[in-house]
């Protein structure tokens, strides 16, 4: 029997198979969880519904997170195929290109609010869309950068302001849900390639040194970030809410790297 046999689970922001979403949609699919899908817009409909097919999916549907009706509307439509969830995720985030390609300085107000409203309330209002049929014993997460949340990452600018909003919109979230024994946490992955990293520049560069620098030399997957996604939404983790998670290799532990270090 899976760790997740009989859980309904909603995963938020599938893309592409090469989406951090897809691997913790594998991942859940493994051990036993009964999956939906959500996509963000016809562009993304041409990738995400092959992928739906490919697995048997029954419930993909498309949401503009941000439009409150349209959420209102896909948790509605969850209620009616599932009945109740026991695990909501949400993978999506998104910052205009020009605004990762100038000094953060010079971000503008209109650049701001869309990466606010898509990268951090789209998690608030989910979450509270999905309240009234969230199990006990439910788990909530999103996924985060912490690196670049909580200190300077080069080139990430309003992206890691609204990481660290993301990451304290899990804590309030935590301690609001609790009650309920309803469980809300982040993940923060080391960098992959996936379509939202290609918009970051200097990526490249850095997921070419990442591995050097982090404790375990080595990159992370997406089949990483979904068997922490499976910890996270089975009963192994019934104690653990509003917390940051890192499976980056360790490499948010290291300071400065010292020149000549091996």
Known sequence: MGLLEGKNALVFGLANDKSIAWGIIQAFLREGANVGISYAGEVMAKRVKPLAEKINCQW????DVSQDAQIESVAQKA??????????????????RDELS?????TSREGFRTAMDISVYSFVALTNAFSSILNP??????????????KVAPHYNVMGVAKAALE???RYLAYDLGPQKIRVNAISAGPIRTLAAAGVGGFRDMYKHFADAAPLRENVTIEDVGNMAVFLGSDLSARVTG????????????????AGEQ
Do not use: R
């Open 60 to 63: 993909v549907e498309e949401c």
């Open 79 to 96: 209620a009616a195929h599932f009945g109740k969830v026991d695990i909501l995720v949400h993978s999506i985030a998104f910052a205009g």
């Open 102 to 106: 100038k000094p953060f300085a010079q």
């Open 137 to 150: 014993g439910a788990s909530v997460m999103c996924l985060t950068y912490g690196s670049g949340a909580t």
């Open 168 to 170: 304290s919109s899990a």
């Open 243 to 258: 917390e940051v998670i890192y499976i980056d290799s360790g490499f948010n532990i290291m300071g400065v790297q010292i």
